[in-house]
Nanobody, 115 residues
Framework: QVQLVESGGGLVQAGGSLRLSCAASGIIVSINVMGWYRQAPGKQRELVATSGSGGSTNYADAVKGRFTISRDNAKNTVYLQLNSLKPEDTAVYYC?????????WGRGTQVTVSS
């Protein structure tokens, strides 16, 4: 059974940094896309960043220039470096792996940015 486990969330002051990790346990064949999403209280889940198997990356406008996604295919792990954090970045951050028609989600890690 495949599970995705996020780590690295926490409480940080505005302007600070965090590094999130998401590792998959179990066997996932041919992961195409690794991505991060977030959901703030009372809001819908939204895309933060994705990383394609060919090296392409995509970022939400709100995080461009501040967040960086990277991946280690050998470890089935994706990272998200969060810099220059703002209170509006406060949310539960989820990772998602896409392998063909299958999507796998983690349970989320809380990021709280204080002003």
């Amino acid at each position: 059974q495949v599970q995705l486990v996020e780590s690295g969330g926490g409480l940080v002051q505005a302007g600070g940094s965090l590094r999130l990790s998401c590792a998959a346990s179990g066997i996932i064949v041919s992961i195409n896309v690794m991505g991060w999403y977030r959901q703030a209280p009372g809001k819908q889940r939204e895309l933060v960043a994705t990383s394609g198997s060919g090296g392409s990356t995509n970022y939400a406008d709100a995080v461009k220039g501040r967040f960086t996604i990277s991946r280690d295919n050998a470890k089935n792990t994706v990272y998200l470096q969060l810099n220059s954090l703002k209170p509006e970045d406060t949310a539960v951050y989820y990772c998602r792996f896409t392998a063909g028609a299958l999507n796998y989600w983690g349970r989320g890690t809380q990021v709280t940015v204080s002003s």
